[in-house]
């Protein structure tokens, strides 16, 4: 069984920075794209950030780029999102998750295992 464990939300205020990060209990994790996603109140899930198996292609969300970087260290399984220039629009919670069959996948239902979230909440 996979298991996904979210870490480093938090309240801070605008322009502030966040570090996420995403422990995931599976010895072939360097066989997973990982990626980023977000979930604000009343809206669908979308993606924000994604990086291949051995960190050679990455893809963001265009309302991050430049703002948001992802990286991972297969020896640690783990993935992470620097989240630097935050708005009050960044606000949700964070998924991390990890796919199989993909590349660098940026559609939720290209995703396999799923982790419980992180609150990041932005304010003005």
């Known amino acids: 069984q996979v298991q996904l464990v979210e870490s480093g939300g938090g309240s801070v205020p605008v322009g502030g920075s966040l570090r996420l990060s995403c422990v995931v209990s599976a010895p072939t994790f360097s066989t997973y794209a990982m990626g980023w996603f977000r979930q604000a109140p009343g809206k669908e899930r979308e993606f924000q950030a994604v990086v291949s198996r051995n960190s050679g292609s990455k893809n963001y969300a265009d309302s991050v780029k430049g703002r948001f970087t992802i990286s991972r260290d297969n020896a640690k399984n783990t993935v992470y999102l620097q989240m630097n220039s935050l708005k009050p629009e960044d606000t949700a919670v964070y998924y991390c998750?990890?796919?199989?069959?993909?590349?660098?996948?940026?559609?939720?239902?290209?995703?396999?295992?799923w982790g419980q979230g992180t609150q990041v909440t932005v304010s003005s």
């Open positions: 998750a990890a796919a199989r069959r993909f590349i660098a996948p940026m559609v939720v239902g290209w995703y396999d295992y």
